[in-house]
């Protein structure tokens, strides 16, 4: 499922890049709004396809709700196996659920014969203990990335498939993959594929909830 020759004309590596943090800005005109610009190493934006820069706002409707919107600007292209990944994460090793044409599976349900790693959903919950007697809850829609990716404890979500690991893995959360690269065909195939394709959005409605008894 990778690139083959990938190693003859290029320098690839096997690497994780997480944005950082530029600026924050609170809106003027709506107090409960957010807007968080990040940036990747100039490596992954130079050499292996990353983005200039992304844009996360973040819109509290109420306690409960938040409306997140990622935007991604100016991608590189690279024919390196790529992927990039919208991660939620929940301590205490939380336990997870898709949601698929409303109806709830557990995510160490996979079918026979598909990949444990990439699942097609309308959204996902992950449940958490706090305590003995408390708990977390979180739930998250996707509007545009269709794909969810269960996060192994202590691993990085993926775009390759692979079969189920084995009996219930223990998880850190849940990761929406916004695109991927990853596919060996006969033809050129790497984004941005036509001038335009540099840039996109992805959108989520994130909804929080809790008890104790």
Not at 48 to 68: M, R
Not at 132 to 150: E, G, M, N, R
Not at 171 to 176: N, S
Not at 182 to 205: C, K, M, Q
Request: one cysteine or more.
């Amino acid at each position: 499922y990778d690139k083959p020759n990938s190693t003859a004309n290029a320098n690839p590596v096997s690497m994780v890049w997480l944005p950082k943090l530029q600026q924050l800005f609170r809106s003027r005109t709506d107090e409960n709004t957010f807007l968080a610009q990040l940036t990747l190493d100039p490596n992954a934006v130079n050499l292996y396809g990353g983005f200039s820069e992304i844009w996360l706002t973040y819109a509290f409707t109420d306690e409960t709700t938040l409306e997140l919107e990622w935007l991604g600007l100016n991608k590189t292209a690279t024919r390196l196996a790529e992927a990039s990944m919208l991660k939620f994460l929940l301590p205490m090793q939380p336990s997870c659920s898709l949601i698929q044409y409303d109806t709830k599976v557990d995510v160490q349900q996979a079918a026979g014969k598909t990949s444990y790693y990439q699942r097609g959903v309308d959204s996902f919950s992950c449940q958490t203990s706090l305590s003995s007697k408390c708990f977390a809850t979180l739930h998250v829609k996707s509007y545009d990335a269709p794909i969810a990716c269960p996060v192994l404890h202590g691993k990085e979500p993926t775009a390759l498939p692979f079969p189920a690991p084995g009996s219930s893995p223990p998880l850190d959360g849940m990761a929406y993959n916004l695109h991927n690269n990853v596919w060996d065909t006969n033809y050129i195939y790497w984004y941005p594929l036509v001038s335009g394709d540099e840039s996109w959005r992805a959108r989520f409605l994130i909804n929080f909830d809790g008890s104790c008894s």
